[in-house]
């Protein structure tokens, strides 16, 4: 199987799984869970420039920030996002590699490379996602881009 075929079908396999998962309660707990420690994240940043972009079904959803892109946002220019410090970006799975896989149009890795290379200072780029979408290892190209940390409903993880 290519790489290529490889993510689609994790792809598939996380979106399904989160389907059958729906428990209200584990959902709000999670929830909770996840807004303290993107709470304490942000408070530990809070001189840096910090922007947010919305997560789609199934992924957790960033609130108290103030530079923050709807979903639905028209996004024209990829200079509109240069000069922040930290992108918090979702995704459907991550592994201990600093690896992310999204939902398939490329979008994040060709901002995260365009802003790698436009950018005088180092933004850090971490992912916002639940724990059990973290995998040992995830099929990854030469393409897709690393995050430098993640954080989920247990835990914020940096690359060290």
């Not at 940043?45 to 997560?55: D, R």
């Not at 901002?111 to 850090?124: D, V």
């Not at 724990?131 to 993640?150: L, N, R, S, W, Y």
Request: aromatic fraction near 10%.
């Amino acid at each position: 199987m290519n790489i290529c075929q490889a993510k689609k079908e994790l792809r598939q396999k996380i979106l399904q799984q989160n389907n059958l998962h729906q428990n209200k309660k584990d959902i709000t707990n999670s929830l909770e869970s996840f807004q303290k420690n993107l709470s304490s994240f942000l408070k530990e940043n809070s001189k840096k420039k910090i922007i947010g972009f919305q997560a789609l079904p199934g992924e957790p959803k960033l609130i108290g920030i103030n530079n923050f892109i709807p979903q639905n946002a028209k996004i024209t220019a990829k200079e509109n996002f240069l000069g922040f410090d930290i992108y918090l970006i979702p995704c459907l799975a991550a592994d201990r590699q600093f690896n992310r896989l999204g939902r398939g149009s490329g979008f994040y890795d060709k901002l995260i490379s365009y802003i790698k290379s436009s950018s005088k200072n180092s933004a850090e780029f971490i992912v916002c996602c639940w724990t059990k979408q973290i995998f040992a290892k995830i099929p990854f190209e030469k393409h897709d881009e690393k995050v430098d940390g993640f954080i989920t409903e247990k835990s914020i993880i940096y690359k060290n």
